[in-house]
């Protein structure tokens, strides 16, 4: 130890311990749990654990072929997982790679920097905010696991450059490769990044150094006389770097296509032909501020404060080629802020995540930072501190800079902490178990709002899902077409989003999906309304949402093959290129006893006597004697390198000759660089006096404290204006701070907090429990001193739609701040204290022994007889709809499919699609509900709605692409019986159309709940009819708030006033369950409302049922 | 080491044309068998392969000639399924064909009914079927023309008996529904095989005309209290209850002519739901309905509710805070008790220059408060009237 200490700078060995200690401790306190990529890894690290050789995984997606990622990182987890497992092999693996940059950056910064200095990049790079960033909060393994030994090949590459010794060759190529398998794109842009500068500085390094041999003159002026001689001259310093820089070069395009050669030629045969998703790197990080504090200010930190240091020093030393590519990838990394960036990447710019070159910056300026530390310690910066401000502000100013990087530090690494961006650890265990149970793994399942964190769960589940989170391999249409990330978290994509979910909500049966585990309640209103029943809550919390009527997957799923030898490439090279470099990499340690027991070297230090060596490696190399000898002779026949020697000494020899210069053409030597001489001749400040150095402290602070204060007493009162209290108010009810929200209120007026949480308790409904604030426009109407009334408009969106509202705040002055006055509550009085009602339960048994055999043919229910009463197919607002209405003849409460087609003049299918929201999927015996299936597109592949990603439109549609003339089309019904769901509690009263002053017709009334249970989210559906009573449209509308027992909701509807909706085709195929007609279609129904002749319609009938969210 | 010895040429010995190959024609299943295999000239030891081609693949057996004749002795393991097997000997070139049936046993336990559809409507022209396969202890289809006997229980308790054989390996019936609404229950047996009864449920059909009925029947029409509409047992043609869940909606028309639509499902063929009174005092027409049918219709007289005669209306205003309070009430109700808290007073204030406000408050504890901006109101002489149910206050007021 005392000799590796010796040998090697101590703060390097610092810098490894703490980063062991440091981030051991964090990784294994589970930092990781909460990144976004972590989970990611250890799937793919699950995959390779169970099939190595497998290129596929029908996990994710409809299957992908896992060839579309280097394996590097995820493979040595799947290694080290047999005796660890998953996790464990994470922490391990990610450690390994945080000390492998470690190491990596000490040796880098050593060719640009001094030996203390890079002591102190190495130390700098533990507590660095890019690194926690990029390992606890981002959570990418491979771009670290690759840094390091793109790193560790940098002063390989250099020493093979300036020594040419094969040895140091191989050993970068091989790291090259270790690179590659963790990380293609570390290796391609570190060609460009990392090591265009070394060759670079090590060409110019030979450009400037003299050759021994080399004549000693140096001309004062370039003629044509000695130009020729000069030119060579360089040309013999540089030509043999640029010899093995041309040799270095293919072997790392080699190492960069062969060793995930399987991988590109995925690529080729399927490219990437998605839409991008958006990355906040990309986006202005002055329009986008998160953005810019993620991808740009926590990974600088700190060191942004050095970066005019790191720019002069680096520009002004033999560092500036490294430099030069730090100012590139400061450059890029500002994503949109500039177009600059976008234009120079091109298309890549959408695909690229542009925060990888920030944290390449902040790697690189890492040598320099080490730098700034060397002269605040002792150099220039010392000096000056010491000398205008006095040795206390130097000291003071080394203390603060110490601590606010460890804090910064600190709270990066753990920010997830603070600030979740993935949600709370589910135990997953009882979702792994549901899906083992029974054979649902049958079906593919989705899960939402689980995070990043669905990805552990595939991890412990052979289960398919259509989901996913590498969005590199979604092949499905209806996903690569959207820029959706993931349909787990619909509502922070956009249209596409929901859109891209709404599709596999409609149409489950396409997909055999059948479960969804949800963790957000946001999604409950769309999945009820599509026909999907909450199963059972498992004990972690988790709704499991079932849909009916779902085919399971067939027995052989489809694949994508690939040739054995890319299998067999995947499962071995990339690995077997990280053992190698690992090998070559450690060879100090290795290479001496190798030596020595090749009789090869004799500084090894082992004193061994010659000939026991020499017995012991005849011994060895008996068996190979033979053909030990005739390679020798062969090597010695071919005398490759005598030959090479030979040439080269030649070429030398000319370019020696042709460098000469005539004698007498010598002048000493003045550098060029004039600016190093003004620096130079800056005057320098004199040494302050003791009382000005304490004067100047107090001065800074005196600054410091004053800055602090002002920015506190700006930032109160800012938040103190009438306008953001409003705003703050509805953002704490928003994100149900209601003890903030209550101290808004004006305090001689409102209520109790008891009574205020009490009235809040019993809001319910789509805005109030499921919806999200998504915009408060806040409008002064009246003001003077003391109150000040104001209109509030509030946009909120749920996953079914979007409801703007408007209210009416009075803000009153007390004690010199402004409170909103409560709102008045609901005092009515329900009139029964205790309420009962008659309720009906059904219970399927599905199989009445409990065994785990197919079910019994006596146990199997017979479906529920539909009839379709009546269908057509209409064109409303440029869509086609097929609306009509059946009915559940049978005895049993039935849980309803319509499926329409549109067919072409041959009969040909051109689209299908399920009717979702509008129609009631849950029928009671002898049940009416009307249907309409809005034929829709793939969500997103319509160009302007990609456009609009940041805008969230629940409702939004795209249209079907149909490449032929709709001719007709057919409508099946199908049903299982179902015991979910059946409550028919709200009361329509006091029904009545009117013409509004708009001159449109609404439909006024109330909804009364008779039932027992909270009517969250009322659906109202609306079928109007021809004079022959045949179903002409269908239209529906969800009410905001939620109707409580034995209490009242008006509603205030605007109906359809288009009038007769144009009918494309009223002849059709009606398929229901029934084989014939149980009730005739033209019998008369009360439920029907006349309606006024001008609307169009004839007549219109409205039916409600509820979501009751909180029956379960 | 044997391996690694050359082996010498033996001669093959040569047999061709016909073996005779005798079996009997038919076997019971599971009865063991043998066969024999002759040729005259055969040589002693020359091997016999028999091969003997089943419903279940083929079976291979082995023996050698001697004196002319090869005999397998087939174990009764190898002649349990049923079917028509062809034998096959070759010997050398030589072969024989034979055929061999081997015949299903008797039926044994369970003989299992299976019906479908599981239910129909009860109304005799429905029907479902009752389909059996019986077989016999080795698995094997009974033999054709087997007789099966299946017994029938129908929902009122009546038996039926019929027979069915057995035809292509199944035997089945068609069963028509009765006009019993309930469970029948099926079982079957063949011999002295039984097994486990099958059901076939049969359903009321679609329901006819029924009557409604509604308690109490003297509330006020104070917008609040419940009147629990119910219909007589619903019940199909043929007298059957509509089964638990059987949905029907409820039509009310209002005095105002605004209809209700209260949805109810059925609980031992009733249908039970809850009328809210209207605010106005009236009659109220109700009717039950189901696609296609309807009930008779129900009328309801709501009395006069609410606030009733006339109530007092304070107004006062506080210059300090440049407020003005309303203050109407104590609102009474028929009986002398307050209105429901919560009740709307609809308040009109007419102002000094004919304009008119309108204003709602609800009620608390019998008063309706109302509380103004001062700045809100132009200076004059103002009317304010209060309108709840059948009662009305009013009151003049100045703004100075």
């Known amino acids: 130890m005392r000799l590796l200490l010796g040998r090697y700078n101590p703060l390097l060995f610092l810098a490894l311990a703490i980063a062991l200690a440091y981030h051991g401790a964090l990784l294994l306190s589970g930092t990781y749990t909460h990144t976004y990529d972590a989970y990611v890894h250890i799937f793919f690290a699950d995959h390779y654990a169970r099939t190595w050789f497998d290129h596929w995984e029908p996990r994710w997606y409809t299957g992908f072929p896992m060839t579309s990622y280097p394996p590097g990182s995820q493979q040595s987890i799947a290694l080290l997982s047999y005796a660890v497992g998953l996790k464990t092999g994470f922490v391990i693996v990610a450690l390994l790679a945080v000390l492998n940059v470690t190491l990596g950056i000490y040796r880098f910064a050593k060719i640009w920097a001094s030996e203390e200095a890079a002591g102190y990049a190495a130390l700098l790079l533990v507590f660095a905010s890019c690194t926690a960033e990029t390992v606890h909060v981002f959570g990418q393994l491979p771009t670290m696991f690759s840094l390091g030994f793109l790193l560790n090949a940098l002063p390989f590459v250099q020493r093979w450059l300036d020594e040419g010794r094969v040895r140091w060759l191989i050993t970068a190529w091989l790291l090259n490769a270790a690179t590659t398998a963790g990380h293609h794109v570390t290796t391609l842009f570190g060609a460009v990044f990392f090591v265009a500068p070394v060759i670079a500085s090590s060409i110019v390094i030979a450009f400037h150094q003299p050759l021994p041999d080399e004549p000693p003159q140096h001309p004062g002026r370039v003629t044509w006389v000695n130009l020729r001689p000069l030119i060579v001259r360089r040309v013999r310093r540089v030509l043999p770097v640029t010899i093995r820089a041309a040799i270095y070069g293919p072997g790392l395009i080699a190492a960069l296509i062969l060793v995930v050669l399987p991988y590109w030629l995925w690529s080729k045969a399927d490219p990437i032909t998605q839409v991008s998703i958006p990355h906040a790197s990309r986006d202005s990080f002055i329009v986008n501020t998160s953005a810019g504090l993620v991808f740009w200010l926590i990974p600088y930190g700190l060191t942004l404060l050095t970066v005019p240091y790191v720019f002069y020093k680096g520009l002004t030393t033999r560092a500036w080629p490294m430099t030069l590519s730090l100012a590139m990838l400061v450059f890029l990394g500002t994503g949109g802020t500039t177009p600059f960036p976008k234009m120079l990447l091109g298309g890549a710019f959408d695909v690229l995540t542009l925060d990888r070159f920030t944290f390449w910056a902040t790697i690189t300026m890492l040598p320099l930072v080490g730098e700034f530390v060397v002269s605040l310690q002792h150099g220039g910066l010392a000096t000056y501190l010491r000398e205008q401000f006095g040795d206390i502000t130097w000291r003071l100013s080394h203390i603060l800079l110490i601590f606010t990087y460890l804090v910064i530090s600190f709270f990066v690494s753990n920010l997830t902490q603070f600030r979740r961006f993935q949600p709370d650890p589910i135990d997953f265990q009882p979702i792994a178990t549901f899906l083992t149970k029974d054979e649902h793994w049958r079906w593919r399942y989705l899960t939402l709002g689980f995070g990043d964190q669905m990805a552990w769960l595939s991890a412990q589940t052979t289960a398919n899902s259509v989901d996913g989170n590498y969005h590199s391999a979604r092949r499905l249409p209806e996903m690569t077409s959207t820029p959706v990330e993931r349909l787990e978290g619909a509502k922070y994509s956009g249209v596409p989003g929901i859109g891209s979910l709404q599709q596999f909500l409609a149409v489950p049966d396409k997909y055999n999906l059948k479960f969804i585990f949800s963790n957000d309640q946001f999604y409950d209103p769309l999945l009820f309304f599509s026909g999907w029943h909450r199963l059972q809550r498992l004990e972690n919390g988790i709704m499991v949402w079932e849909r009916e009527d779902i085919p399971p997957l067939p027995e052989v799923l489809p694949r994508r093959e690939i040739p054995l030898y890319q299998r067999v490439m995947w499962g071995t090279v990339p690995l077997m290129a990280i053992v190698m470099a690992l090998i070559a990499f450690a060879s100090p340690f290795w290479l001496p006893y190798l030596r020595w027991l090749l009789n090869l070297n004799e500084e090894s230090g082992i004193h061994t006597p010659l000939h026991i060596r020499g017995h012991i490696w005849a011994t060895m190399t008996r068996p190979f004697r033979r053909l030990r000898l005739w390679a020798h002779a062969l090597w010695a026949q071919a005398d490759v390198v005598g030959r090479g020697q030979r040439i080269w000494m030649w070429i030398d020899q000319r370019l020696l000759i042709w460098s000469e210069i005539p004698p007498g053409d010598d002048s000493p030597s003045v550098p060029w660089q004039i600016w190093l001489e003004w620096v130079s001749r800056l005057p320098r400040p004199r040494p302050a006096t003791p009382t000005a150095q304490h004067v100047r402290l107090a001065l800074l602070i005196s600054i410091g404290l004053a800055s602090l204060a002002s920015g506190g007493m700006w930032y109160l009162g800012q938040a103190r204006t009438p306008t953001t209290i409003v705003q703050q108010y509805y953002d704490d009810l928003d994100f149900r701070r209601f003890s903030q929200a209550y101290a808004r209120l004006d305090p001689q007026t409102r209520p109790p907090y008891d009574q205020y949480l009490l009235d809040l308790s019993v809001k319910g409904g789509m805005v109030a429990s499921y919806g999200k604030l998504n915009n408060v426009r806040v409008q002064i109407i009246s003001a003077d001193s003391s109150r000040i009334g104001m209109l509030v408009e509030t946009d909120w969106v749920t996953s079914l739609s979007t409801y703007p509202t408007t209210q009416l705040l009075t803000l009153v002055m007390r004690d010199d701040r402004w409170y909103i006055e409560s709102d008045p509550v609901d005092v009515t009085v329900p009139p029964e204290p205790f309420f009962r009602r008659g309720e009906v339960g059904w219970v399927a048994t599905s199989r009445r022994r409990v065994i785990n055999q197919p079910t019994d043919f006596a146990d199997i229910l017979d479906r529920p007889d539909l009839q379709i009463l009546s269908a057509r197919l209409v064109r409303h607002s440029g869509r086609y709809s097929v609306v009509g209405e059946l009915i559940n003849t049978s005895s049993d409460p039935a849980d309803v499919t319509v499926t329409a087609f549109l067919h072409d003049a041959a009969g040909d299918v051109l689209s299908r699609y399920n009717a979702q929201e509008v129609i009631m999927h849950k029928l009671f015996p002898k049940e009416v509900t009307p249907f309409r299936v809005d034929f829709e597109g793939v969500a997103g592949a319509v160009l302007t709605d990609t456009l609009d990603l940041k805008t969230f439109k629940p409702g939004a549609f795209t249209p079907p692409l149909l490449t032929r003339p709709v001719d007709s089309f057919d409508v099946y019904a199908k049903a299982v019986i179902t015991q979910h769901d059946l409550s028919r509690n709200l009361t329509l009263q006091d029904l009545e159309i009117f013409r509004a002053d708009d001159g449109t017709m609404h439909l006024r009334g109330q909804l009364l709940n008779t039932g027992t249970a909270e009517a969250t989210i009322p659906h109202v559906l609306l079928t109007y009819y021809d004079a022959k009573g045949q179903v002409a449209w269908v239209d529906h509308v969800y009410i905001r708030d939620a109707v409580r027992p034995q209490r009242t909701q008006v509603m205030d509807i605007p109906l359809d006033n288009s009038g007769n909706v144009p009918t494309v085709n009223q002849q059709s195929g009606l398929f229901g369950t029934a084989l014939l007609p149980e009730v005739s279609v033209d019998a008369p129904w009360r439920e029907r409302m006349p309606l006024p002749p001008e609307m169009g319609f004839s007549s219109l009938r409205v039916s409600v049922h509820a979501f009751e969210g909180s029956s379960q | ?400």
């Open chain 2, 1 to 400: 080491m044997t391996g690694c010895t050359r082996t010498l040429a033996q001669p093959t010995p040569t047999l061709s044309g016909t073996l005779n190959l005798r079996a009997p024609a038919a076997i019971a299943a599971g009865q063991p068998v043998t066969l024999v295999v002759e040729r005259s000239d055969a040589p002693d030891g020359m091997i016999v392969t028999l091969v003997m081609e089943g419903s279940y693949g083929p079976l291979l057996s082995r023996a050698p000639f001697q004196a002319g004749r090869a005999e397998f002795q087939i174990p009764a393991t190898d002649t349990q399924v049923a079917g028509l097997v062809t034998l096959v000997a070759h010997a050398a070139a030589a072969e024989g064909r034979a055929e061999l049936t081997i015949n299903p046993g008797q039926p044994v336990d369970p003989v299992t009914p299976l019906v479908g559809p599981h239910s129909v409507i009860a109304d005799g022209a429905h029907w479902g079927s009752v389909v059996a396969i019986p077989f016999d202890s080795f698995g094997n289809p009974v033999a054709e023309g087997t007789p099966l006997q299946f017994r029938i229980r129908r929902p009122d308790g009546s038996p039926e008996t019929f027979s069915a054989s057995v035809t292509h390996l199944l035997a089945w019936r068609r069963i028509s529904s009765s006009t019993h609404a309930g469970r029948t229950t099926i079982s079957v047996t063949a011999g002295d095989a039984h097994g486990p009864d099958a059901n076939l449920i049969e359903t009321p059909g679609w329901p006819g005309p029924f009557s409604l009925n509604a308690s109490p029947s003297n509330l006020p029409a104070d917008g609040r209290q419940f009147v629990t509409l119910r219909t007589d047992p619903i019940t199909d043609v043929y007298g059957n209850q509509m089964l638990d869940g059987t949905l029907i909606t409820f039509v009310a028309e209002t005095p105002g002519g605004q209809p209700r639509l209260i949805p109810a499902y059925t609980i031992d063929g009733v249908a039970e739901a809850q009328l809210q009174a209207p605010s106005e005092p009236g009659t109220v027409t109700v009717r039950a309905t189901l696609y296609g049918v309807e009930s008779t219709a129900l009328l309801i007289v709501f009395a006069p509710g609410l606030a009733v005669g006339a109530f007092p209306v304070t107004v006062s205003i506080d210059h300090a805070t440049g407020t003005m309070s309303i203050v109407v009430g104590p609102l009474l109700a028929a009986l002398g008790q307050f209105v429901p808290n919560g009740t709307l007073a609809q308040i009109t204030l007419i102002g000094p220059d004919g304009t008119t406000y309108q204003r709602e408050a609800e009620t608390l504890g019998g008063l309706a408060r109302l509380t103004l901006r001062r700045s809100e109101l132009v200076s004059g002489n103002y009317q304010i009237k209060i309108d709840i149910g059948t009662g009305v206050g009013q009151t003049n007021f100045s703004v100075p």
